[in-house]
């Protein structure tokens, strides 16, 4: 850590804090460029018009709650600029706090050598997702922030982060399975958040309209596949077989989709045990998003910003222990330089949809089998850990 410390201290922050007006400085200049912003305005135009919210035939297009639609109608009445502007800023404030929260209750000494270099780890992998204003920033701070209040109880605070996970993506269900698994006292708390934003709607609209869409919703989601021939071309793990001319068929993807959701779900209850309460939760999100983007049918390239950050923080803590030299020098090389195959059109082609799933995978692999050693050493002294 003496090598990087000098000069981490602080760039890391500040790269992540310049990139991100960088962003809000394009997203000004040219707000549809490079934008997925457009599609929530379009599922929010279409809800106050009282038209579809899903083409299901295609699987394309608005892919949110119908609440998402309801929620976002301020942004969108105030305009493609100030609303482009608010929505990056909340995306990117949630994920942002969230990541500090992390770093404050790990502790220890050097934690904003910690933050910064775990974010300049994350910056080339995250940054696209942040560029395009996707909801997947969002979700990963809501996802992050609902696993610390879980961990701790915070029933207010559970339902809260729940509630606005679910509206920001679907997907955000793995998570609060994962949370009522670790916390089964806040099951009540976790599908009271659900009911909520299924209920969001029905006060902006008539019944028959929001049973329409839910309709279509839930139709939607059960009608993903791994057909590299369809519209959409997932990059979860089937990605790298197809691109080699070994496409996954799509019953043994949902089987192994279904056995890796069990291992995941008892890998955190593990964390949750083996692990002191300043890293649990580092460590049973990271496992957690691994999987939210690795078996997840409609994950995109850009969805791996999603682990890139609690990788980058625990790539960081890693970077503490004296005996990992070499482990810590590669996964560090290999996040970083994983989000850099974007800045050239050739690269970009020609890594584009396999590599992320591979080096991610490789990454949490051996955090993994990191954090799982820890939990073995910490076994003895669990109770003695300060809180954070």
Known sequence: MTVTKPVFDRLGLWLWAGSFLLVLGLALWSPNARSVVHIYRHGSEAFLDRQPLYQVDVAMGYLYAPAFAVLYVPLLKL???LGNILWHMLGFSVLTFAAMRQVRKVGGREQTWLLSFGLFLALPVA????????ATILLTGACWFLTLSTLEGRRAETFFWATLAIVAKPTAII???????LRPRLIPVLVLA?????AIPYG??????INAQYHD????????????TGPFVPADFTAPFARFGMPVP???ATIVRVVA???TLWLVLQFDRRLDSNTSGLAIFFAAAFYMCLFNPRVEQNTYAMVAVPAGLSIALLWREKGAGTTRWFLATLLFVTGLTSVDLRLHEFFHLWLRPISISIIACLLIGWFWTQGRQNVPTAGAVAHG
């Open 127 to 134: 940054l696209a997702a942040l560029r395009n204003g996707q």
């Open 261 to 263: 959701g069990l291992l």
């Open 79 to 81: 305009g493609p600029y």
């Open 194 to 198: 659900v009911l909520v934003v299924l």
């Open 204 to 209: 902006f609209a008539s019944t028959d309209y």
């Open 175 to 181: 998570m609060l399975l994962l949370a009522g698994a």
């Open 250 to 252: 799509e019953s043994v």
């Open 217 to 228: 919703f839930f139709l939607l989601l059960t009608s993903m596949t791994v057909d590299p």
